[in-house]
Structures are given as structure tokens and as C-alpha cells.
């Protein structure tokens, strides 16, 4: 019964809204039509008066002997073609005169000093205009302008629609004025007139949407109802329900989408338990590995990476029994801690293949702080560990890198200070011997320097179109006195087509340098260094190829590492170790990639490529 009190106070709320709300409307239209069409109404009949009165200025003509005043049977004749008051203007010596009635005597009445009296054609007679209200509006006509009022003046005592127009004769001239008064009773009459209609409508449109708004708030109301129905009888678990006879407009649309739910939810709970297996999968398929045990040593979850890491083939093998010895008691020992202490908890150590595992265990807490179990994340840190390695490596090979040149320095400034070099030719050997060791201090300082930059992004490289050829060239004039040096023979390569592609001239030549001097580092004299650069349809390919000693498999891939130097003993100068890290990164930097193949004795070819344009 609540229930359904409240949906019936609902139905009438609706209703009082839909009625409320339609009756404002229509009051806001109703009054917004009445000022529109009053106003109207009223503009309308004004400047019809004004275009009456001019058409009367223009057919007015003067007197011969200047007076302006037509006959009487005329001014009557405009008054009823009008249905106005008719008054004419003129001004003598600056005083304004205004056309009266003379007062119509009684048929019997004797006139003053024995004379008959006017004749009806000439009753009127000339009054001066005083008041300053009405003498301003006499004014504007007599200056030439056509002016209408809604006032109350003097000379009609009462409020009607005054028009005025001047009467201009043909010389352009204002000659006087004519002045038609219309009472304002007849707009007040339609006023009245239009206020009943609108009322009427009015009255016939509330009644209307009264009728309307019932109609409208029980086509709402009943779906309402039997929505909120069918939705309490789901929250009571019965989610077969159905909500029959839908409208079609939101309502409609709500109850659809409740019947789709209710259909659905079970195929939600479905969903929840395929999502529960996906999530499991997910924690299968991560490389790192994790396991979560309860209070009772019960595994809850393990994926396989876990099971890889610690090697053993299924969770239970792992915890066994916590008292019993087995191969990760330490792990072991660790999730017991961590349970008993609910703080978290940190492991490392080898497992049997020698990799180093790092563990990480959390304690699980309800709501109220208890401990429900453990998490324990575990991830192979090998290669972290190899990462540091070489980067006590890079530390270690950088001080080595740069005690070498300044040992050099050293042991020939000395002898210099101390007066040892008696020859021009030993101090001059000993310079040599500096000036060669500060290059090459200067080359290992450069060569770092580059290499920072472009590990930190802050070297920017701009690209734009280019042709290949010219660049190679460049490249093996700059390197051509150290290939005859040493006696090798530096030669250029290409298909012959334009090899255009989007690059930077000065890092390719960089590379190219970098790769030159590697290959002339390799080759023994007599051999050949060729730069090539060939198109492959989706880039261009460029590069060095040499016919020197190759490289072992072993190095293949430890020789874009910062430092790393092969077999000295078959080089011919010693080098940084820092060259072919920059040309692959510098490489990266333009968009390409660059590559090697060798075999040990037969030379390696060291391969880059470049976008085309």
C-alpha cells in the first residue's frame, strides 16, 4: 500500500508539473501576443492617421487671400472619411493660430451688434495655440515635419492618437499645418476586444493541456510502475522477470535495457568467472613469477614463471612440509616471516642454474588489519646484475682509456723538464710521441662526448633529401691518406642510379668514417676496403666492405658494445672501442639501422640503411 501511495503521489506531482508548466506557457504566450499585437495594433493606426494627414496637407491649396482654411462642408467631408478631428495651423508674427468651431448659436438667437451670423462654411475662427505642450507639437508641423503623439493636449481635452503634417505649397513653403485628432477610445475598444479573445483562448488552451497533461502523466506514470515492479522483484533474485507492454520514447527505453540486464546477469556472472580465468592466465603468462599462499599454507596461486625460476615442477613440490628440508627453505623461511610480521619482506639468491633471483613478499590484510596470506613476487635480476657489471666495466675501461695517452704524456714531458733529451731530434721524437698521444686523449674525449649526447637524446638530427654518390666520395678523399698509408686499397661502389634518400650529411659521413677506419684497422696490406651503396627498393643500403680478417661468431654481437675491442693482435692501430657504438646509434637517430656480416678470414661487410625520399 506504501508502494502504491507513492506512486500515486507521483502521478499527481507529474501531474501539478505538466499543469503548472503549461499554464505558465500559454500566460507568457498570451501576454507576449497581446503586447505584440496591442502594439501593433496601435503603430498601425498611427501611421495610418499620419498618411491621412499628409494626403489632407497635400490637397489643401491657399486662399487668394492667404487664408488656408478650406470650407466647412469640407473640413466635415475629411472628418468622416477620417473619423477624426480636423485642425489646421498657421502662424502669424511668431504666435501660433489653431482652427475652431465658432460656437453655433441657437437657431433664434440675434447675433452681437445686429449682424447675421456666419455662415456655416465660414465658422471657424483663429485661436492662439498657449499651452507649451501643444505649441511644441504645432511647432514640429509648421518646421516641415510629419509628427504623431498619443497624449493628452490641451486643445482636445482628452487622450487621443494625434497626426500632423505640414502644407507645403508648390514653392517648397510651409504655409501652415493640419492636425488630425482620433479618440483613443476605439484602440481602447479593440484593446478590450483582443484582451477577450486572448482570454478565451486562454481558457480553451489550459483546459486543453490540463486533458493533455493527465493523458501524459498516466502514459508515464504506469511504465514507471511497472518498471519499479520488475526491478524489486530482481533485487529479490528473480531475474527472469519481464516488463510487457513498453511505450516506445525513453521510458521505453529503460524498461528494454532492465529487461536486457535482467536477461544478461546471468551471463555477467559467467563472464566474471571467464574473467577470473583470463586473470589467471594473465599471472600464467607473466615473466615474472608469483605465488600467493592463505594462513594455511594452501597455494592460492602459482604461475608457471614462478615455477621456473625456483625449478620445480608444480607448487606443492615447493611447500611440502614447512618443517622438512628442501632446496628453497630460504624462500620458504621468508613467506613464514613475512606472515608472521605482516611487513614486507626481501630475498636474493642462486638458484641451481646460477641465476641470481631477487623475492619480494607483501602480506595480504582484510579490512580489519588481519592477515589473510602472502604475495611473493620473484624475478630473475641477472641481467641487472650484468647491466651493473658493465657498467663498472664502462667506469673501469674509461679510466684505462684515458690513463694510457696521459701515462704517454707523461713519461715524455719528464724527461723534457728534467733536461734528459740533449738532441734536437730526441725532444723532437718526444714531441711527436705527446702530440700523438694528446690526439688520441682528444679522439677518446670526443668519441665520449658523442656518445653521451646521443644516449641522451640531445643531439638532434635534421633530416632532408640528398643523392649518395657525392657523399662516398667525400668520404673516401677524407680517409684516402690513410688507406695509401697503410696500403690498402679504398675504392667507391654503386648501382649507377641516383640512390636519393633522406639523411644528414654529416652523420652519414661520420659513419661512413667510423666504418672506414674499422676496416683499414683490419685489413692487411695489399687488401681492398670498398664503400658501397646499392638500392633495395624499400631503402637504400650503404656501407664498408673489407677483405680483411673477419670476425669470430663469438664477437658478433659484443662489438656495438661501448669499449669492446676484438683480437688486438690482428689490428693494425688501436682504437677506442667507442666507434661502432656511435655509428649505430647515430644510425638509429636518422631512422635506419645498420647490421654486419663476416666470416673469420674472409673480411666483413658492415651494412647501414636510410630512408628513401
Not at 673501469?396 to 707523461?410: D, K, M, Q, V, Y
Not at 637517430?589 to 663476416?598: F, H, P, Q
Request: one cysteine or more; hydrophobic letters at 40%; glycine letters at 8%.
Amino acid at each position: 500500500m506504501k508502494k502504491h501511495r507513492q506512486s500515486l503521489s507521483i502521478g499527481a506531482k507529474t501531474l501539478l508539473s505538466h499543469v503548472t508548466l503549461a499554464v505558465v506557457v500559454i500566460a507568457l504566450a498570451s501576454i507576449i501576443s497581446y503586447t505584440l499585437s496591442y502594439q501593433y495594433i496601435r503603430q498601425t493606426r498611427v501611421s495610418d492617421l499620419v498618411e491621412k494627414a499628409s494626403r489632407i496637407a497635400e490637397g489643401s491649396r491657399e486662399a487668394p487671400e492667404g487664408n488656408i482654411l478650406p470650407k466647412k462642408r469640407t473640413v466635415r467631408t475629411f472628418e468622416e472619411l477620417t473619423n477624426a478631428k480636423v485642425f489646421y495651423l498657421a502662424e502669424d508674427n511668431e504666435i501660433i493660430l489653431m482652427s475652431q468651431e465658432y460656437p453655433e448659436p441657437p437657431a433664434d438667437a440675434p447675433h452681437p451688434d445686429g449682424e447675421e451670423a456666419p455662415a456655416v462654411d465660414d465658422e471657424f475662427q483663429w485661436v492662439e495655440v498657449a499651452d507649451a505642450i501643444d505649441r511644441e507639437f504645432a511647432e514640429r508641423v509648421l518646421d516641415g515635419e510629419k509628427v504623431s503623439a498619443m497624449r493628452r493636449f490641451e486643445f482636445a481635452q482628452e487622450v487621443v492618437i494625434f497626426a500632423g503634417a505640414p502644407i507645403v505649397d508648390d514653392s517648397g513653403t510651409v504655409r501652415g499645418g493640419v492636425i488630425l485628432a482620433q479618440p483613443i477610445e476605439s484602440l481602447r475598444s479593440l484593446s478590450r476586444m483582443l484582451r477577450l479573445m486572448l482570454a478565451v483562448v486562454v481558457g480553451i488552451s489550459v483546459l486543453l493541456a490540463v486533458l493533455l497533461a493527465m493523458q501524459q502523466t498516466r502514459m508515464l506514470v504506469k511504465p514507471i510502475q511497472r518498471i519499479t515492479r520488475a526491478a524489486r522483484r530482481m533485487e529479490d533474485g528473480v531475474y527472469a522477470e519481464r516488463i510487457p507492454a513498453l511505450p516506445d520514447n525513453e521510458i521505453g527505453e529503460l524498461g528494454h535495457a532492465l529487461n536486457s540486464m535482467s536477461g544478461r546477469l546471468m551471463d555477467v556472472i559467467k563472464n566474471l568467472r571467464k574473467e577470473r580465468d583470463k586473470l589467471e592466465l594473465v599471472i600464467s603468462g607473466i615473466g615474472e613469477g608469483l605465488i600467493a599462499v592463505d594462513t594455511d599454507w594452501t597455494v592460492v596461486q602459482a604461475n608457471e614463471a614462478f615455477l621456473e625460476l625456483v625449478e620445480l615442477d608444480s607448487a606443492a613440490d615447493f611447500l611440502g612440509d614447512r618443517d622438512e628440508d628442501v632446496l628453497f627453505d630460504p624462500l620458504k623461511a621468508l613467506l613464514e616471516r613475512c606472515m608472521q610480521t605482516g611487513e614486507s619482506e626481501e630475498l636474493e639468491w642462486e638458484n641451481a642454474s646460477q641465476r641470481a633471483i631477487h623475492a619480494d613478499a607483501s602480506a595480504l590484510k582484510d579490512e580489519s588489519g588481519a592477515i589473510l596470506g602472502t604475495v611473493c613476487l620473484v624475478r630473475d635480476v641477472s641481467e641487472a646484475q650484468r647491466m651493473e657489471q658493465l657498467r663498472r666495466d664502462y667506469v673501469a675501461n674509461i679510466s684505462h682509456e684515458l690513463r694510457t695517452p696521459l701515462t704517454g704524456i707523461r713519461g715524455m714531458v719528464e724527461p723534457l723538464i728534467d733536461g734528459i733529451m740533449e738532441t734536437e731530434e730526441e725532444r723532437q721524437e718526444s714531441y711527436t710521441i705527446i702530440l700523438k698521444e694528446t690526439i688520441r686523449l682528444e679522439k677518446l674525449v670526443g668519441d665520449m662526448l658523442d656518445m653521451s649526447r646521443l644516449q641522451d637524446g640531445r643531439i638532434q638530427v635534421e633530416l632532408e633529401p640528398m643523392e649518395l654518390p657525392g657523399i662516398l666520395e667525400a668520404a673516401v678523399r677524407s680517409m684516402k691518406g690513410i688507406a695509401d698509408e697503410a696500403g690498402v686499397d679504398l675504392r667507391v661502389e654503386t648501382d649507377g642510379s641516383r640512390l636519393a634518400c633522406m639523411g644528414n650529411e654529416d652523420r652519414i659521413m661520420q659513419v661512413l668514417v667510423i666504418l672506414m677506419d674499422n676496416a683499414l684497422s683490419f685489413t692487411p696490406r695489399g687488401g681492398t676496403v670498398t664503400v658501397f651503396a646499392r638500392d633495395e627498393g624499400t631503402h637504400i643500403a650503404a656501407g664498408v666492405r673489407d677483405t680483411g680478417c673477419g670476425i669470430e661468431p663469438k664477437d658478433l654481437n659484443m662489438i656495438w658494445q661501448r669499449f669492446y675491442k676484438a683480437d688486438r693482435s690482428r689490428m693494425r692501430t688501436t682504437g677506442t672501442g667507442l666507434g661502432l657504438s656511435i655509428a649505430k646509434l647515430v644510425t638509429r637517430l636518422m631512422g635506419g639501422d645498420i647490421s654486419v656480416r663476416s666470416e673469420p678470414g674472409k673480411g666483413a661487410e658492415f651494412t647501414f640503411t636510410l630512408k628513401k625520399v
